[in-house]
């Protein structure tokens, strides 16, 4: 580009998950200005504050721009400047070591949401590394959900309004009005058009208080109770889709008998919602057609969170819901894309690494052997592959702090961490914080795009490119949730030393033997990837695909399952071993765990420790989204910080008051494992019996250096959530983040004596 000239660049957004289009304006060079691409399907010209901020997150003096390299002790911040070449060269000598004195499976990697597209090209490196122990997020977001999904009907589902949108949608433990805005504006217009809302929220969220027709105000962790509640009012009053049952269905039956075990009022008593509500809303959600189940986080971790998804599966099924339009669709991976296999070779884990997996003993559907059988199921379906996450199957994500401190069942004596910031935002955080410490971690390697708690800890930071300086696809592959592909340009190069993640991966697989499998570029990457639908399209090269295409549907069709397989002559039907929707579970029963749904009480609340609750009456949630900031991230920028410069805990108005609690004013939340300081806000938003205190929380602005690590464990609520077994779901492993037990005082007790 010449001096002087402007330049329109099409990006995708990578603030969240959303990828809301963008366009940006350049200018010598220089972003300087960014706005919504007003005819992008999903935010039609409209972007968050987030996505604003990202100039500022592009030229931020803070930002880091060249490979580091500790010479003090970990955490002491004393650091030398390395080329990417050399420190590559010597972290590539080091895991080349500790292969060789204890195996490739002493090699771990942790992860968040995939950012940069971390997972994919994390788990082609490990694969052919050898080690299975790659860790991530997706074990208690979203990707554990997929699993059970997929386990249940063979496919995924997906919440599309499209041209066919539903007249009933129930939201369940979701926000989206803070933490899919893009999607929000969306449901906004289906509520403008009449369609009804069930939100299910113990808080009265933006999304309760804007969408809702019916708010079922549920006490915390007992979604499954509800769930099988309204299973069990469908089946007795006859609600279900007896057709679709009779043809589709496996284990019928056997559903009924389990539903017979949750009578509405049983169910109030463990929700503590009122039991007519109950009935009406489960009533609702099967008669009004057609209806649609958007899930949220909350569902997906902790003790129940493989029963709360069946449920949820479940209930779709029965109600003749699935793969119908307006209801919920069903997909698989993107068929025209070089997806699966040839890019991250999954397979070619050797056997014997393979059952080595951290946590394979207890968790398994989230580690191999679950993630096999899921495969074999839907291998004939998806053009012959299967399917594929980056995420799984992977290691249990406590076990590798837990094999570094206590090298068992075997040592773990690296960890590469990329796109995530588990001092802050694992479950446990201190133990993570004690094991990046351990002298028997030998190299510890994180990339990143600031320095944060986790990074100094690290021997080694890589400077990481933002999406404005990288080029950015979104499919199926890459995080093994869309079946369409979305293409973003990069808007400048990348600046400093700063470069996408794609070349830390490649350069260590380059160095480790690895040369087969492994492209020039990034961009070469993409244009493997999407070659058969670049090919179908007339499309020469992935910088044309990203200008002119930018995104990719495949046809909508519906009751796919009814379309006649020409090589058997018989209807295709489900991809599961038995063919049909598994309301009983083969999968789930072959590796030992109920085939069918149940409630447990989980391990900290008023009924399973009342002695407890004596001492810590109220019931703790942590992490409700709340705009502007992802997670840890976000809190330099100050055009956001700005929007929420303290972290805030939500206490009800009249509990407060019992508690000398003023508005405004910081309090502690203490658990019998730590405690952390908040603002309080009072509101009504929460149950009188609840706190809601946000995640996230770290001082970008205090001193770096341990043991402060910018105030990292002083209002961040994982100093008291739980990774022990007892806490997290057996199948998946998802570990929990609620509910709790806690008490709150006014901080001035605690730190001022009179
Ligand atoms: N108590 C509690 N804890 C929670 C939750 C909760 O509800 N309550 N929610 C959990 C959930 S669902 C999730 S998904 C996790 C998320 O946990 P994390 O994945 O740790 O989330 P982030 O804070 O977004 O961390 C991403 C880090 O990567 C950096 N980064 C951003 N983009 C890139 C990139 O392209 N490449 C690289 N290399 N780095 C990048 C950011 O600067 C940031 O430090 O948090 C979990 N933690
Ligand atoms: N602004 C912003 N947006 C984000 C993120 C972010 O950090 N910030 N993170 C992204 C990521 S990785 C994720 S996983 C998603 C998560 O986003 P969502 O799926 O929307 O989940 P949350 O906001 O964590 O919780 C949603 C609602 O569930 C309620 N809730 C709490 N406990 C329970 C319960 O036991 N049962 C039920 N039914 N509801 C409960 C909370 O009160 C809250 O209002 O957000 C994504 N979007
Ligand atoms: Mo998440």
């Given at each position: 580009m010449l001096q002087g000239e402007d330049e329109l660049k099409r990006a995708i957004c990578f603030a969240c998950s959303s990828q809301a289009g963008v366009l940006a304006e350049v200018r010598n060079g220089r972003v300087v200005e960014l706005r919504g691409e007003p005819d992008h399907y999903l935010n039609k010209g409209w972007l968050c504050e987030?996505?604003?901020?990202?100039?500022?997150h592009l030229y931020h003096p803070e930002r880091l721009n060249y490979p580091l390299k500790r010479v003090g002790e970990r955490g002491e911040g004393r650091w030398e400047r390395i080329s990417w070449d050399k420190a590559l060269d010597e972290i590539a000598e080091k895991l080349r070591e500790i292969k060789e004195r204890y195996g490739a499976e002493a090699v771990a990697t942790t992860g968040g949401t995939g950012r940069g597209h971390q997972e994919t090209f994390k788990k082609r490196f490990m694969n052919l590394f050898g080690s299975p122990n790659t860790a991530n997020a997706g074990q208690w977001c979203a990707i554990n959900s997929y699993l059970v999904e997929?386990?249940?009907?063979?496919?995924?589902?997906?919440?599309?309004?499209?041209?066919?949108?539903a007249k009933c949608i129930v939201i369940w433990g979701q926000n989206p009005d803070q933490s899919r805005p893009c999607e929000f504006r969306r449901l906004m217009e289906l509520k403008k058009a009449g369609s009804k809302f069930i939100v299910i929220d113990p808080r009265r969220s933006e999304t309760v208080e804007k969408l809702a027709d019916r708010w079922l105000q549920i006490r915390p962790g007992t979604d499954a109770a509800l769930a099988l509640g309204?299973?069990?009012?469908?089946?007795?009053?006859?609600l279900y889709d007896r057709d679709f049952v009779e043809k589709w269905c496996f284990g019928f039956e056997r559903l009924k008998e389990r539903a017979r075990e949750y009578p509405p009022e049983k169910v109030s008593r463990i929700t503590w919602i009122p039991e007519r509500e109950i009935v009406e809303s489960a009533r609702m959600y099967a008669t009004v057609k057609p209806a649609s189940i958007r899930w949220g986080l909350r569902t997906d971790?902790?003790?129940?969170?493989?029963?709360?998804?069946?449920?949820?599966?479940?209930?779709?099924?029965?109600t003749g819901n699935l793969d119908v339009f307006g209801g919920d669709m069903l997909y698989g991976p993107c068929e025209k894309a070089n997806y699966g296999f040839p890019f991250e070779?999954?397979?070619?884990?050797?056997?014997?690494q393979r059952g080595k997996q951290l946590g394979a003993d207890r968790h398994k559907l989230w580690t191999w052997l679950g993630y096999q059988l899921i495969h074999d199921a839907t291998k004939s379906y998806w053009y012959g592959k299967g399917c594929v996450f980056s995420y799984a199957p992977a290691c249990h994500e406590p076990d590798v702090w837990r094999a570094i401190l206590t090298g068992k069942p075997y040592p773990v004596k690296a960890v590469i961490c990329g796109g995530n910031n588990p001092v802050v935002d694992y479950p446990n955080s201190r133990l993570v914080y004690k094991a990046l410490k351990s002298p028997n971690l030998e190299l510890f390697v994180v990339l990143e795009q600031w320095m944060t708690p986790t990074a100094m800890l690290a021997d080694y930071v890589f400077p990481v490119?933002?999406?404005?300086?990288?080029?950015?696809?979104?499919?199926?592959?890459?995080?093994?949730?869309?079946?369409?592909?979305?293409?973003?340009?990069?808007?400048?190069?990348?600046?400093?030393?700063?470069?996408p993640d794609y070349y830390f991966y490649q350069g260590l697989g380059l160095r480790l033997g690895q040369e087969k499998y492994w492209r020039k570029t990034l961009e070469e990457e993409w244009e493997y990837l999407l070659k058969p639908l670049m090919e179908e399209l007339g499309v020469k090269s992935y910088e044309e695909f990203a200008r002119k295409i930018?995104?990719?549907?495949?046809p909508l069709e519906e009751k796919k399952y009814e379309k006649v397989n020409p090589e058997t002559g018989k209807p295709r039907g489900f991809a599961t071993p038995t063919g049909k929707v598994e309301l009983y579970s083969t999968i789930l029963e072959k590796l030992g765990y109920d085939p069918l749904p149940h409630y447990e009480e989980p391990p900290e609340t008023p009924v399973s420790n009342p002695k407890l609750a004596e001492e810590y009456p109220l019931i703790l949630i942590t992490g409700a989204r709340f705009r502007p900031f992802h997670h840890s991230e976000h809190r330099q920028l100050s055009t956001l910080r700005r929007l929420w410069p303290e972290p805030t805990a939500e206490i009800h108005p009249d509990t407060a008051r019992r508690l000398g609690v003023k508005d405004g004013e910081w309090v502690i939340i203490e658990n019998p494992r730590g405690k952390i300081k908040h603002k309080a806000k009072l509101t009504t938003r929460v149950h009188p019996r609840m706190v809601s205190v946000q995640h996230g929380w770290w001082f970008p602005e205090e001193i770096p250096e341990d043991p402060v690590l910018f105030r990292a464990f002083e209002s961040n609520p994982n100093v008291f959530t739980s990774d022990e077994d007892e806490y997290c779901d057996p199948p998946t492993g998802a570990a929990a983040f609620q509910p709790y037990l806690c008490k709150v005082y006014p901080a001035r007790k605690y730190t001022l004596k009179p």
């Amino acid at each position: 580009m010449l001096q002087g000239e402007d330049e329109l660049k099409r990006a995708i957004c990578f603030a969240c998950s959303s990828q809301a289009g963008v366009l940006a304006e350049v200018r010598n060079g220089r972003v300087v200005e960014l706005r919504g691409e007003p005819d992008h399907y999903l935010n039609k010209g409209w972007l968050c504050e987030r996505a604003y901020a990202f100039i500022e997150h592009l030229y931020h003096p803070e930002r880091l721009n060249y490979p580091l390299k500790r010479v003090g002790e970990r955490g002491e911040g004393r650091w030398e400047r390395i080329s990417w070449d050399k420190a590559l060269d010597e972290i590539a000598e080091k895991l080349r070591e500790i292969k060789e004195r204890y195996g490739a499976e002493a090699v771990a990697t942790t992860g968040g949401t995939g950012r940069g597209h971390q997972e994919t090209f994390k788990k082609r490196f490990m694969n052919l590394f050898g080690s299975p122990n790659t860790a991530n997020a997706g074990q208690w977001c979203a990707i554990n959900s997929y699993l059970v999904e997929t386990a249940v009907y063979g496919f995924l589902t997906r919440y599309k309004a499209g041209p066919h949108p539903a007249k009933c949608i129930v939201i369940w433990g979701q926000n989206p009005d803070q933490s899919r805005p893009c999607e929000f504006r969306r449901l906004m217009e289906l509520k403008k058009a009449g369609s009804k809302f069930i939100v299910i929220d113990p808080r009265r969220s933006e999304t309760v208080e804007k969408l809702a027709d019916r708010w079922l105000q549920i006490r915390p962790g007992t979604d499954a109770a509800l769930a099988l509640g309204w299973i069990n009012v469908i089946i007795e009053e006859e609600l279900y889709d007896r057709d679709f049952v009779e043809k589709w269905c496996f284990g019928f039956e056997r559903l009924k008998e389990r539903a017979r075990e949750y009578p509405p009022e049983k169910v109030s008593r463990i929700t503590w919602i009122p039991e007519r509500e109950i009935v009406e809303s489960a009533r609702m959600y099967a008669t009004v057609k057609p209806a649609s189940i958007r899930w949220g986080l909350r569902t997906d971790i902790g003790r129940n969170a493989t029963s709360n998804i069946h449920a949820k599966a479940i209930l779709r099924a029965i109600t003749g819901n699935l793969d119908v339009f307006g209801g919920d669709m069903l997909y698989g991976p993107c068929e025209k894309a070089n997806y699966g296999f040839p890019f991250e070779y999954t397979e070619l884990l050797p056997p014997q690494q393979r059952g080595k997996q951290l946590g394979a003993d207890r968790h398994k559907l989230w580690t191999w052997l679950g993630y096999q059988l899921i495969h074999d199921a839907t291998k004939s379906y998806w053009y012959g592959k299967g399917c594929v996450f980056s995420y799984a199957p992977a290691c249990h994500e406590p076990d590798v702090w837990r094999a570094i401190l206590t090298g068992k069942p075997y040592p773990v004596k690296a960890v590469i961490c990329g796109g995530n910031n588990p001092v802050v935002d694992y479950p446990n955080s201190r133990l993570v914080y004690k094991a990046l410490k351990s002298p028997n971690l030998e190299l510890f390697v994180v990339l990143e795009q600031w320095m944060t708690p986790t990074a100094m800890l690290a021997d080694y930071v890589f400077p990481v490119a933002n999406w404005l300086e990288m080029p950015v696809v979104h499919m199926s592959t890459l995080d093994g949730l869309t079946n369409f592909v979305a293409a973003g340009e990069k808007t400048v190069e990348p600046l400093y030393e700063r470069k996408p993640d794609y070349y830390f991966y490649q350069g260590l697989g380059l160095r480790l033997g690895q040369e087969k499998y492994w492209r020039k570029t990034l961009e070469e990457e993409w244009e493997y990837l999407l070659k058969p639908l670049m090919e179908e399209l007339g499309v020469k090269s992935y910088e044309e695909f990203a200008r002119k295409i930018r995104w990719w549907f495949p046809p909508l069709e519906e009751k796919k399952y009814e379309k006649v397989n020409p090589e058997t002559g018989k209807p295709r039907g489900f991809a599961t071993p038995t063919g049909k929707v598994e309301l009983y579970s083969t999968i789930l029963e072959k590796l030992g765990y109920d085939p069918l749904p149940h409630y447990e009480e989980p391990p900290e609340t008023p009924v399973s420790n009342p002695k407890l609750a004596e001492e810590y009456p109220l019931i703790l949630i942590t992490g409700a989204r709340f705009r502007p900031f992802h997670h840890s991230e976000h809190r330099q920028l100050s055009t956001l910080r700005r929007l929420w410069p303290e972290p805030t805990a939500e206490i009800h108005p009249d509990t407060a008051r019992r508690l000398g609690v003023k508005d405004g004013e910081w309090v502690i939340i203490e658990n019998p494992r730590g405690k952390i300081k908040h603002k309080a806000k009072l509101t009504t938003r929460v149950h009188p019996r609840m706190v809601s205190v946000q995640h996230g929380w770290w001082f970008p602005e205090e001193i770096p250096e341990d043991p402060v690590l910018f105030r990292a464990f002083e209002s961040n609520p994982n100093v008291f959530t739980s990774d022990e077994d007892e806490y997290c779901d057996p199948p998946t492993g998802a570990a929990a983040f609620q509910p709790y037990l806690c008490k709150v005082y006014p901080a001035r007790k605690y730190t001022l004596k009179p």
